[in-house]
């Protein structure tokens, strides 16, 4: 079975704060993502990477840098947190073809107030 | 760049009662389309995905979808609902190797008793 987990699950942070959110996947799989889920828009991609070293843009990545030390971890860091960014946050892992399943950790909800 | 539309938020049926969601997607080449599904306080599951062969493709707990190209659409049913199916789904559409799948806004699935 496919393993992918966040930390932290819950976090309150105040604006104009730095928060990292951390993702680790034990698949071994080449690409990893970051979404954020919001009411009406469904899940929107922030960043991917293809391996350790790369970090790629989504279509959302103003506000939001990625980190891949490894194949196994992903970072998503904000460096000044807003309100705009107060969201539920999915990590995804996959092998890298168009047509592999991504497999999802459980989200990390995140406050900025 | 791929995108897929849901035009239903919200989708409320009866229990035993057959289900459809629509989605169409955006994209000038042959996609790969997939279903994904959603728990309360989860992550994503796949329920199942098409690349290639038959249009008809059939995935987890009863449910199936059919890819036609002419329409760009993958409409996902069920013949008989249960509400264990209740839940968020999403469909998604990736294009090519290395090619981050897109997601569309999602539909929420209530199953009356």
Same mark, same amino acid.
């Given at each position: 079975?496919?393993?992918?987990?966040?930390?932290?699950?819950?976090?309150?942070?105040?604006?104009?704060?730095?928060?990292? $959110?951390?993702?680790?996947?034990?698949?071994? *799989?080449?690409?990893?993502?970051?979404?954020?889920?919001?009411?009406?828009?469904? %899940?929107? $991609?922030? *960043?991917?990477?293809?391996?350790?070293?790369?970090?790629?843009? =989504?279509?959302?990545?103003? =506000?939001?840098?990625?980190?891949?030390?490894?194949?196994?971890? #992903? !970072? %998503?860091? %904000?460096? %000044?947190?807003?309100? !705009?960014?107060?969201?539920?946050? #999915?990590?995804?892992?996959?092998?890298?073809?168009?047509?592999?399943?991504?497999? #999802?950790?459980?989200?990390?909800?995140? $406050?900025?107030? | 760049?791929?995108?897929?539309?849901?035009?239903?938020?919200? @989708?409320?049926? +009866?229990?035993?009662? +057959?289900?459809?969601?629509?989605?169409?997607?955006?994209?000038?080449?042959?996609?790969?389309?997939?279903?994904?599904?959603?728990?309360?306080?989860?992550?994503?599951?796949?329920?199942?995905?098409?690349?290639?062969?038959?249009? @008809? @493709?059939?995935?987890?707990?009863? /449910?199936? &979808?059919?890819?036609?190209?002419?329409? +760009?659409? /993958?409409?996902?049913?069920? &013949?008989?609902?249960?509400?264990?199916? +209740? &839940?968020?789904? /999403?469909?998604?559409?990736?294009?090519?190797?290395?090619? &981050?799948?897109?997601?569309?806004?999602?539909?929420?699935?209530? @199953?009356?008793?």
């Amino acid at each position: 079975e496919a393993a992918v987990t966040q930390s932290p699950r819950n976090k309150v942070a105040v604006t104009g704060g730095k928060v990292t $959110l951390s993702c680790n996947q034990t698949n071994n *799989h080449n690409n990893m993502y970051w979404y954020r889920q919001d009411t009406g828009h469904g %899940l929107r $991609l922030i *960043h991917y990477s293809y391996g350790a070293g790369s970090t790629e843009k =989504g279509d959302i990545p103003d =506000g939001y840098k990625a980190s891949r030390p490894s194949q196994e971890n #992903f !970072s %998503l860091i %904000l460096e %000044l947190a807003t309100p !705009s960014q107060t969201s539920v946050y #999915f990590c995804a892992s996959g092998p890298g073809r168009g047509q592999d399943t991504q497999y #999802f950790g459980p989200g990390t909800r995140l $406050l900025v107030l | 760049a791929q995108s897929v539309t849901q035009p239903d938020a919200r @989708v409320t049926v +009866s229990e035993g009662a +057959s289900l459809q969601l629509r989605c169409k997607y955006s994209y000038s080449g042959t996609p790969y389309l997939f279903w994904y599904v959603q728990y309360p306080r989860q992550g994503l599951q796949l329920l199942l995905k098409y690349y290639s062969g038959d249009p @008809v @493709v059939q995935g987890v707990n009863g /449910f199936e &979808a059919e890819f036609i190209k002419s329409n +760009s659409s /993958f409409h996902l049913r069920k &013949a008989s609902v249960h509400w264990s199916d +209740s &839940a968020v789904y /999403f469909c998604a559409v990736s294009r090519n190797n290395n090619n &981050a799948p897109r997601f569309g806004a999602g539909t929420k699935l209530s @199953v009356k008793p």
